[in-house]
């Protein structure tokens, strides 16, 4: 499996750094395996820093150490958007999951996710919602032994 990684810099170590921002599914890296999307993360990061060249690093992930992994894997369903509520709201959340991964919520969901967290709209009309969107994914590594899995492969520019 082949996944990538848009920054304002190219990442061939990846870290796990101690963010405070509110992210869908909490603290970790993230990768997605759209090159596309990674592509548009790549250019958000370098105008929100306001620095570096937009990049794209990409892993192949080693699959025999992946299988060892506590993962959780989401739907767009209510267990994702409570959990993606939680994490937007710097809830804390118990868990020992190594990777987590599921739709992302992009700029095209935002205001329906919106809705839903200010509680405007229920669970099940956000996701009707946002089914014909078609969204992308992301997969964020959140621990040690889920960035032992990454191998860097080369840089996108």
């Known amino acids: 499996m082949i996944l990538y990684h848009g920054s304002n810099i190219e990442v061939r170590q990846p870290r796990l750094l101690n963010q405070q ?36 690093s990409a892993f192949n992930v080693d699959i025999s150490q992946w299988n060892l992994l506590k993962i959780r894997s989401f739907q767009m369903d209510e267990d994702w958007l409570e959990y993606v509520f939680d994490n937007r709201h710097l809830k804390s959340i118990e868990n020992d999951w190594d990777v987590v991964f599921g739709p992302v919520a992009d700029d095209q969901t935002m205001t329906t996710l919106g809705l839903y967290l200010s509680g405007q709209i229920k669970a099940h009309m956000a996701i009707e919602m946002l089914l014909p969107q078609k969204l992308k994914d992301q997969y964020c590594f959140k621990t040690e032994a889920a960035l032992n899995c990454l191998h860097f492969m080369e840089v996108l520019r």
């Open 21 to 56: 921002r509110p992210t869908d599914f909490g603290s970790g890296f993230y990768l997605t395996s759209d090159l596309e999307q990674a592509s548009h993360w790549a250019v958000r990061v370098t105008k929100r820093r306001q620095t570096g060249t937009p990049t794209v």
